[in-house]
């Protein structure tokens, strides 16, 4: 049984948010962690999001817009420098309220609140019609990198602001999509470097204990069979869909965030 739902779930996200640029780490970790404890869920996740980002790199990379890459990409990893460097300097976020969901006690952070609150933010502004022609000018690119990145390096949700940025950026789907990816592994390998591969051992190496590298095995597999379907779509979305997958999904991850179940 779990083997097909981490299946179905991977490929399934893995689809979807080639689109929208963000949301598979966030949206794949609590399928994990229904069989398996929270740290084995992470290190899992993690392990199949860098598989997926890295299949989406080599295949988009060329079409990625070099002034966004430029202006967006390069602020987001120097910041992202920074919000590793300030997390590793926290030892835990002071949590705003918590509750009790069956078994599970959920804690939201002033972070996760503050990111959940702007995301949600954004979204509307996709969603709603008489703003959606709007475009952000260049001179806003840079300030949602610094955003973008910092989030990343202190949180870990660094996909979010950047979609809802680049989005407004006036890219063509094709562009939007691999910018996306390029600012994605930019900051992910930013990140990575301050925290440190000491700092994830631990993690990493519950895997193997858990008896997990089979079920992280298919994960990776389904992920890479949803992210290539999802590539022979590119050409074909619109920007009026592209709008709307990012909108739903913003509203989705933002809710998520201020009700601490993420």
């Known amino acids: ?68 890459v430029l202006s967006f990409g390069v602020p987001s990893a120097v910041f992202a420098l920074v919000g590793a460097w300030l997390l590793t300097r926290l030892a835990r976020l002071p949590v705003v309220y918590s509750y009790v969901l069956g078994s599970q006690r959920q804690e939201v952070t002033v972070v996760a609140l503050v990111v959940g609150a702007l995301i949600i933010i954004f979204a509307l502004l996709e969603l709603v019609p008489a703003r959606r022609p709007v475009q952000l000018g260049a001179g806003w690119l840079p300030v949602g990198g610094v955003l973008s990145g910092f989030l990343g390096g202190l949180s870990g949700h660094q996909g979010a602001p950047r979609a809802a940025f680049l989005a407004r950026a006036g890219l063509s789907p094709e562009a939007f999509i691999a910018t996306n990816v390029v600012c994605a592994v930019m900051v992910d390998v930013a990140r990575l470097i301050v925290y440190g591969i000491s700092a994830y051992e631990g993690s990493f190496g519950r895997i193997g204990e858990a008896g997990l590298a089979g079920l992280v095995a298919a994960g990776v597999i389904a992920a890479l069979a949803g992210s290539l379907l999802g590539l022979r779509y590119v050409p074909k979305i619109t920007v009026r869909s592209l709008h709307l997958i990012v909108g739903v999904l913003l509203i989705v991850i933002g809710l998520a965030l201020v009700t601490g179940l993420v």
């Not at 991977?10 to 929270?38: E, N, Q």
């Open 1 to 68: 049984m779990a083997y097909l739902t981490i299946s179905v779930a991977a490929f399934l996200v893995a689809v979807l948010t080639l689109f929208s640029g963000f949301g598979l780490g966030t949206l794949l970790k609590p399928v994990f962690a229904i069989f398996y404890p929270v740290a084995v869920a992470v290190a899992a996740t993690a392990v199949v999001h860098l598989a997926t980002n890295l299949l989406r790199l080599a295949a988009l990379a060329r079409r990625a817009d070099r002034r966004a």
